[in-house]
């Protein structure tokens, strides 16, 4: 029989706890290198593979808890209807962890990441929430359940509980318990992330849908569980030696492969503008006239590049429509 969310994590909280006063939590934006595409068990969001990413540093979400008189959520100051998506996804979170049922909520979630850099900021979003309602009601959860727990909320936000590097384990538990991110404690001076915005009009499909499209219509599917698992295996050999040739060729071949299963599905699923394809081309031909650039891109049209900061004026150069907060070297 398949375990609920509520029953996976009611058998991890403390069985006393009190009413909370007042909490506030930051979680950083991740980008992944070894992409999470396609998951083995719905409701827990378990995944197929196991995922690397990068966190954004101080870009994220700020989220706060504190007790109301009726529950309202807030998005960067302003109040959310109750019945749209929004509000909806948080409460919904939030009452899976709800102690005294009595007790009403107002939730502030504030993003700084660049709002034109069409970024998701559900991986931030849920690991901020998390990281709140771990110290509003003080349940003193271990950083690895944490990470499970976020999971729970967005499969990516297991890894935005960390900073820096951060590997995702898939876990084979049927509770997911073993299914956490864990920081690398690795470091990268000069990596550079630069975020390259092409729309940020809302997408059609979402991560959420996508990959059930995917899993369930792609015959190509098939391959993708041993690419991530090779890939990551050479992300993360390209992380110890500090190689950036091969940490970024794995990162743009991993990210490529994820939209060829992408399009293999049916309905086929694009995320690509045509702007996004031009975009691609210029990467490249950067990269062929001599500076070391990859991309990677998530599910939507906007490009992610990676490189050295001894290239950083090159590809301003190359890209002016980057804005100065568009660029992050997360090792800083
Ligand atoms: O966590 P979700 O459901 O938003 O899925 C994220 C999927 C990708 O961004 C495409 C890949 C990843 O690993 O972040």
Same mark, same amino acid.
């Given at each position: *029989?398949?375990?609920?969310?509520?029953?996976?994590?009611?058998?991890?909280?403390?069985?006393?706890?009190? @009413?909370?006063?007042?909490?506030?939590? %930051?979680?950083?934006?991740?980008? @992944?290198?070894?992409?999470?595409?396609?998951?083995?068990?719905?409701?827990?969001?378990?995944?197929?593979?196991?995922?690397?990413?990068?966190?954004?540093?101080?870009?994220?979400?700020?989220?706060? &808890?504190?007790?109301?008189?009726?529950?309202?959520?807030?998005?960067?100051?302003?109040?959310?209807?109750?019945?749209?998506?929004?509000?909806?996804?948080?409460?919904?979170?939030?009452?899976? %962890?709800?102690?005294?049922?009595?007790? /009403?909520?107002? &939730?502030?979630?504030?993003?700084?990441?660049?709002? @034109?850099?069409?970024?998701?900021?559900? $991986?931030? =979003?849920?690991?901020?929430?998390?990281?709140?309602?771990?110290?509003?009601?003080?349940?003193?959860? !271990?950083?690895?359940?944490?990470?499970?727990?976020?999971? &729970?909320?967005?499969?990516?936000? $297991?890894?935005?509980?960390?900073? =820096?590097?951060?590997?995702?384990?898939? =876990?084979?538990?049927?509770?997911?318990?073993?299914?956490?991110?864990?920081?690398?404690?690795?470091? #990268?001076?000069?990596?550079?992330? $630069?975020?390259?915005?092409?729309?940020?009009?809302?997408?059609?499909?979402?991560?959420?849908? =996508?990959?059930?499209?995917?899993?369930?219509?792609?015959?190509?599917?098939?391959? #993708?569980?041993?690419?991530?698992?090779?890939?990551? /295996?050479?992300?993360?050999?390209?992380?110890?030696?500090?190689?950036?040739?091969?940490?970024?060729?794995? $990162?743009?071949?991993?990210?490529?492969?994820?939209?060829?299963?992408?399009?293999?599905?049916?309905?086929?699923?694009?995320?690509?503008?045509?702007?996004?394809?031009?975009?691609?081309?210029?990467?490249?031909?950067?990269?062929?006239?001599?500076?070391?650039?990859?991309?990677? *891109?998530?599910?939507?049209?906007?490009?992610?590049?990676?490189?050295?900061?001894?290239?950083?004026?090159?590809?301003?150069?190359?890209? !002016?429509?980057?804005?100065?907060?568009?660029?992050? @070297?997360? %090792?800083?």
């Amino acid at each position: *029989m398949q375990l609920t969310k509520q029953q996976v994590i009611n058998h991890h909280l403390p069985s006393k706890t009190s @009413a909370g006063t007042y909490a506030k939590a %930051f979680a950083p934006s991740n980008i @992944a290198l070894c992409k999470y595409w396609g998951k083995r068990n719905v409701e827990l969001n378990l995944p197929i593979n196991s995922s690397l990413s990068i966190s954004l540093a101080n870009l994220g979400t700020t989220t706060s &808890i504190q007790p109301a008189e009726y529950d309202q959520v807030f998005l960067n100051g302003e109040r959310q209807p109750e019945q749209q998506a929004f509000a909806t996804k948080v409460i919904e979170f939030i009452n899976l %962890f709800r102690r005294d049922l009595n007790q /009403a909520l107002r &939730i502030d979630t504030h993003n700084n990441i660049p709002t @034109a850099a069409g970024l998701a900021s559900s $991986a931030s =979003g849920f690991a901020a929430l998390m990281l709140a309602i771990n110290d509003f009601y003080q349940f003193k959860l !271990p950083p690895t359940t944490l990470s499970a727990f976020a999971r &729970i909320g967005s499969g990516s936000a $297991a890894r935005s509980i960390f900073q =820096g590097f951060v590997e995702w384990h898939q =876990g084979s538990a049927q509770d997911g318990m073993d299914s956490y991110a864990e920081p690398l404690n690795s470091n #990268w001076k000069k990596l550079n992330i $630069a975020l390259l915005k092409i729309s940020t009009a809302s997408k059609k499909t979402n991560s959420r849908q =996508g990959m059930q499209r995917t899993v369930k219509t792609a015959t190509l599917y098939q391959s #993708w569980q041993q690419q991530a698992t090779a890939d990551l /295996a050479t992300i993360k050999s390209a992380i110890k030696h500090q190689d950036f040739e091969q940490l970024g060729q794995t $990162a743009e071949h991993n990210a490529l492969a994820m939209h060829a299963t992408m399009i293999a599905s049916w309905p086929p699923l694009l995320y690509w503008l045509p702007e996004s394809v031009a975009a691609m081309h210029r990467v490249w031909q950067l990269r062929e006239s001599g500076t070391p650039i990859y991309l990677t *891109m998530d599910a939507g049209a906007n490009l992610k590049l990676l490189f050295e900061s001894q290239s950083k004026s090159t590809v301003k150069h190359h890209f !002016p429509e980057l804005n100065p907060t568009d660029i992050i @070297a997360p %090792f800083a």
